[in-house]
T-cell receptor, first 112, second 113 residues
Framework: AQTVTQSQPEMSVQEAETVTLSCTYDTSESDYYLFWYKQPPSRQMILVIRQEAYKQQNATENRFSVNFQKAAKSFSLKISDSQLGDAAMYFCAYRRFNDMRFGAGTRLTVKP | DADVTQTPRNRITKTGKRIMLECSQTKGHDRMYWYRQDPGLGLQLIYYSFDVKDINKGEISDGYSVSRQAQAKFSLSLESAIPNQTALYFC????????????FGPGTRLTVL
């Protein structure tokens, strides 16, 4: 079974600085999708960014970007110009067909 | 109004009780999912349904059952709740396109005493 590993249970960043959250996954497949979800204290799961494995170009959504390294099976999330509202749990997820797997999450704290 | 709603938002019950968690969506999606979230484990798929006549087990379906009453409604039942089913439960929907992006409800926090 595919597994998703987030090796950083907690991360901290100063407001306006940049932080990178790590994610690695294990798969023998070549076509799949990767996602980063944000879960603030409200508990709502919010999609931050997504990447299709066939696309070499890294996805970008405003202050959020990814570094997708397919050969290394790595999918890190970079948050630029961090804001207090970015404080949340962040989950990396892998999907192939009906199988969606989530990592255990990284709790991000933003210091003013 | 929220696209995916879950009721109740919080529930405390006792061991052995039957409990139903309900999910409704107005997104018009055919696909619906139930996940369980435990601290340190991320989300795990319990059941999923691609249409009213289609029900599939996920990775942790034991102790749970589901009912897809209509395209917009997908219920999760615990026939006889036990304490280790204490968790946060999420319903999600997706449109089945290439990304098959999932849209989540607000979650139900269930405590089994």
């Amino acid at each position: 079974a595919q597994t998703v590993t987030q090796s950083q249970p907690e991360m901290s960043v100063q407001e306006a600085e940049t932080v990178t959250l790590s994610c690695t996954y294990d798969t023998s497949e070549s076509d799949y999708y990767l996602f980063w979800y944000k879960q603030p204290p409200s508990r709502q799961m919010i999609l931050v960014i997504r990447q299709e494995a066939y696309k070499q170009q890294n996805a970008t959504e405003n202050r959020f970007s990814v570094n997708f390294q397919k050969a290394a099976k790595s999918f890190s999330l970079k948050i630029s110009d961090s804001q207090l509202g970015d404080a949340a749990m962040y989950f990396c997820a892998y999907r192939r067909f009906n199988d969606m797997r989530f990592g255990a999450g990284t709790r991000l704290t933003v210091k003013p | 109004d929220a696209d995916v709603t879950q009721t109740p938002r919080n529930r405390i019950t006792k061991t052995g009780k039957r409990i139903m968690l309900e999910c409704s969506q107005t997104k018009g999606h055919d696909r619906m999912y139930w996940y369980r979230q435990d601290p340190g484990l991320g989300l795990q798929l319990i059941y999923y349904s691609f249409d009213v006549k289609d029900i599939n087990k996920g990775e942790i379906s034991d102790g749970y059952s589901v009912s897809r009453q209509a395209q917009a409604k997908f219920s999760l039942s615990l026939e006889s709740a036990i304490p280790n089913q204490t968790a946060l439960y999420f319903c999600a929907t997706s449109d089945g396109t290439s990304y098959n992006e999932q849209f989540f409800g607000p979650g139900t926090r269930l405590t089994v005493l």
